[in-house]
């Protein structure tokens, strides 16, 4: 069966300071790896998303960046975080191919705080 | 500019009563999810619908899509607390990257 990490669960960084999460998926290959954030009481919005290594799509100008040096390996990074990144990082997968009907599987996510 | 509107955003109600929370998207789309999350945890499947008139149910929740009206809704049937949480709809938009938009969440909080 398939199997989503994420690390760290939780992190709590000074402003200024650099920002990496790390996503791995098991048992699936090729998967579409997806970053979403969460701000507090509020829904999800995609960051990245990505259909192969060293493919990265980003959906909205921010101080992130993504990269995918592996198959079934996402990180979210940034070199200099903002009040404004605090929130929940969620990871995602899903089966690629346009034919694939199936749901976006979710990791357990990173809170990050930053002060 | 593509939206995925959920309402109501906050929903009260007591054991056994019955509701419906609906979400209404504005592109053209024949894929359409529910999920669930509960506090302080990440997002798990409820439903995946897949056509016009498709049609979900498992326990006391029942989804359905209407892929004309742009319309999918969320049934609770005799609601017990284990129900409370928030439940989101997404809508894939592009069937090649998976790209789904989510709406804005819907908060149930079922008390006794």
């Known amino acids: 069966s398939q199997t989503i990490h994420q690390w760290p669960a939780t992190l709590v960084q000074p402003v200024g300071s650099p920002l990496s999460l790390e996503c791995t998926v098991e048992g699936t290959s090729n998967p579409n790896l997806y970053w979403y954030r969460q701000a507090a009481g509020r829904g999800l919005q995609l960051l990245f998303y990505?259909?192969?290594?060293?493919?990265i799509s980003s959906e909205v100008p921010q101080n992130l960046s993504a990269s995918r040096p592996q198959d079934r390996q996402f990180i979210l990074s940034s070199k200099k975080l903002l009040l404004s990144d605090s929130g929940f990082y969620l990871c995602?997968?899903?089966?690629?191919?346009?034919?694939?009907?199936?749901?976006?599987?979710f990791g357990p996510g990173t809170r990050l705080t930053v002060l | 500019e593509l939206k995925v509107e959920q309402n109501p955003l906050f929903l009260s109600m007591q054991e056994g009563k019955n509701y419906t929370i609906y979400c209404n998207y504005s592109t053209t789309s024949d894929r359409l999810y529910w999920y669930r999350q509960d506090p302080g945890k990440s997002l798990e499947s409820l439903f995946v619908l897949l056509s016009n008139g498709a049609v979900k149910q498992e326990g006391r929740l029942m989804a359905s899509l209407d892929t004309k009206a742009r319309l999918s809704t969320l049934h609770i049937t005799a609601a017990v607390h284990d129900l409370s949480a928030t439940y989101f709809c997404?809508?894939?938009?592009?069937?090649?990257?998976?790209?789904?938009?989510f709406g804005t969440g819907t908060r149930l909080q079922v008390f006794p």
């Open positions: 997404a809508v894939d938009i592009n069937y090649n990257t998976d790209k789904l938009i």
């Open positions: 995602a997968w899903s089966t690629s191919g346009g034919a694939n009907t199936d749901t976006q599987y």
């Open positions: 990505s259909i192969g290594i060293d493919q």
